[in-house]
């Protein structure tokens, strides 16, 4: 059964043939259920408040997408239901790092994804940050 509606699903192998990426992306998506939005995650530790992984950003990122997991479900969601990512990046060289990791992540997922290069985030330790729009699909 499908939750979801994929809009035109590519695969970055294909679109981005000279960045050596594998991430699976949609056009659109189409979600039934109950919105759930996430904001911008990072590396770091969502009890203590520490900034992990300086200097790494495929760690960083790898962090980042733990803290969606988690937060997703305890919203009572769970990755497969992502549909929209908005990716920051602090430098266009850490671009195929962080979208290595992410896409782990979200093999077979399809979201539509927003990648944009910013001069700075919140703290300077960080150097990647990643909003999140899920849904928990009716029963």
């Given at each position: ?89 602090t430098?266009?060289?850490?671009r ?8 782990r ?33 009716d029963?």
């Open positions: 059964m499908t939750i979801h509606h994929r809009i035109r699903p590519f695969n970055t192998r294909e679109t981005y043939p000279e960045q050596k990426l594998d991430n699976d992306l949609s056009q659109g998506v189409v979600a039934r259920g109950t919105m759930v939005f996430l904001r911008g995650q990072v590396s770091q530790d969502l009890e203590t408040r520490e900034c992990l992984h300086v200097g790494d950003p495929a760690m960083q990122t790898r962090k980042t997408m733990e803290n969606i997991r988690m937060l997703l479900e305890e919203a009572g969601s769970r990755m497969e239901h992502i549909c929209r990512i908005v990716v920051y990046v430098d266009i060289r850490y195929e790092a962080v979208y290595q990791e992410m896409g992540h979200l093999q077979g997922v399809h979201p539509c994804s927003t990648g944009i290069v910013v001069p700075a985030l919140a703290r300077p330790e960080w150097v990647v940050e990643i909003e999140a729009t899920a849904v928990i699909p029963a």
